[in-house]
């Protein structure tokens, strides 16, 4: 009776095996050529084995973050930065590391390696890990860390798009600040926004001041050419965004721009800009010339937008040895 639970058992891993593989047995090139994970113990290539437990508080309970790399040329873009901030949204979270600030790094470089893609983006995730399905997390055994490759084109953002002020509330600053899972209003909020033929929307906060899009953050340039970012005291710190502060300035000394800083910008200010953009890691600037079908400036990409986006795109490129880490494939 023993072998023919054995031989029951071995037949039902086999078919769910080969099921798993059915989704990927027609893809040429599989998009997400290498995934990290804690619970496994080790990097996987295989996309049907990139699984993680249902029990998993991340899954059920939405208790976990989230941060994303940027790959191009074979380099991580700002992944320290990106680190630092993924530490701290843990912080914020409660959920403590499984492994050292130097071993989360080590194995990012390591999986962006073993998947041999050389463009692309690294996502990776801290939940409080699996156990139960309890709303504590007190008797998970231990927090999980998960990572994985996704390949992708990363260009240059150089057509205009239009969009909306979202209806959909914002997350309180306590949730917004950090990058968490919890992306519901998120997702309502870009669905609305398609809805509407936009390709994202705008989020004003409670005090009227702009807030951020979706998952990007947004910049402004005033008619005194004064490029402007919302404060980031209610929203995500955006790693591109603070990068961008920091390059921006050379437009400063060329006399092309008046002055760069952060504020609190209200809507009709917003509206009368001559030119606005989202701020991202995969964009790394994408022009925005039209919001509530009201045209911004002139209604064109502006030169501006586009030259700040040539000072990001070269950082990404061929910026600094501190800024992007070469992968040793």
């Known amino acids: 009776m023993c072998h023919w639970y054995i031989l029951i058992f071995c037949v039902c891993v086999y078919q769910l095996i080969e099921k798993l593989h059915e989704k990927w047995s027609p893809v040429k090139k599989k998009p997400y050529p290498a995934m990290y994970s804690s619970v496994f113990g080790g990097i996987i290539l295989d996309p049907a084995m990139m699984v993680i437990p249902i029990d998993d508080h991340m899954v059920h309970r939405g208790h976990g973050v989230f941060d994303t790399a940027v790959i191009l040329d074979g380099y991580l873009y700002e992944v320290d930065a990106h680190l630092d901030r993924f530490l701290r949204s843990a912080s914020k979270a409660r959920i403590t590391l499984p492994f050292p600030r130097s071993t989360l790094r080590s194995i990012l470089v390591q999986l962006t390696a073993a998947s041999q893609c050389k463009e692309g983006t690294l996502r990776y995730w801290l939940s409080a890990g699996p156990g139960n399905f309890l709303l504590s997390p007190a008797k998970c055994p231990t927090s999980a860390f998960y990572a994985v490759v996704i390949a992708d084109v990363v260009s240059q953002c150089k057509n205009g798009v239009k969009v909306i002020t979202s209806t959909i509330p914002m997350k309180t600053p306590q949730f917004a600040t950090m990058k968490n899972v919890n992306y519901l209003p998120n997702v309502l909020s870009i669905m609305e926004a398609e809805d509407k033929g936009a390709y994202a929307s705008i989020w004003v906060d409670d005090d009227g001041f702009i807030a951020e899009g979706p998952n990007v953050n947004v910049a402004f340039i005033t008619n005194d050419k004064e490029l402007i970012l919302p404060s980031f005291d209610k929203i995500l710190s955006g790693c591109t965004a603070k990068r961008l502060l920091e390059l921006a300035p050379k437009l400063v000394e060329q006399g092309r721009l008046k002055s760069v800083k952060t504020a609190n910008l209200t809507v009709m200010e917003a509206k009368g800009a001559a030119e606005m953009m989202y701020i991202g ?49």
């Open 281 to 329: 890691s995969t964009l790394p600037i994408l022009p925005i010339i039209m919001w509530d079908e009201q045209p911004i400036g002139d209604g064109k990409v502006g030169d501006l937008t586009m030259a700040l986006s040539d000072l990001l795109w070269h950082d990404m490129v061929a910026g600094p040895n501190t800024h992007r880490i070469c992968v040793p494939y």
